[in-house]
């Protein structure tokens, strides 16, 4: 049973958007941190956003600051992110991620290895 499925990719001109989901099972919606992290072509994964309601934290990755929100739905244990003012260095496979909250905070929201990852999806932004 997969514990996160992402949809909402595809391809855009610069400028656009998209509207990222991930639905999340009751025990990966539980853990408390959900988060989207990416992996452009060639490049290390790197975050993008993590919320974590039960302590009000949310953390942007600084290059999507602005342009990108992350929200969650957790009557239907779904997360967003929906971004705007794409440009084509956000190309990347997106992957909605969970964690516990201890994983999710200042310290070490960054880093990709905790928790549980979908399968991805894809973003493509063209010039």
């Known amino acids: 049973q997969d514990q996160l499925t992402e949809s909402g990719g595809g391809s855009v001109q610069t400028g656009g958007s998209l509207r990222l989901s991930c639905v999340a099972s009751?025990?990966?919606?539980?853990?408390?941190?959900m988060g989207w992290y990416r992996q452009p072509p060639g490049k290390d994964t790197e975050a993008v956003a993590v919320?974590?309601?039960?302590?009000?934290?949310?953390y942007y990755a600084r290059f999507v600051k602005g342009r990108f929100s992350i929200t969650r739905d957790d009557a239907v244990n779904t997360m967003f992110l929906q971004m705007n003012a794409l440009k084509p260095e956000d190309t990347a496979m997106y992957y909605c991620?969970?964690?516990?909250?201890?994983?999710?905070?200042?310290?070490?929201?960054?880093?990709?290895?905790?928790?549980?990852w979908g399968q991805g999806t894809q973003v493509i932004v063209s010039s």
């Open positions: 991620t969970a964690r516990p909250p201890d994983l999710c905070n200042a310290n070490n929201w960054r880093v990709p290895d905790y928790g549980f």
């Open positions: 919320t974590v309601p039960a302590t009000g934290s949310t």
């Open positions: 009751r025990y990966a919606s539980g853990l408390g941190c």
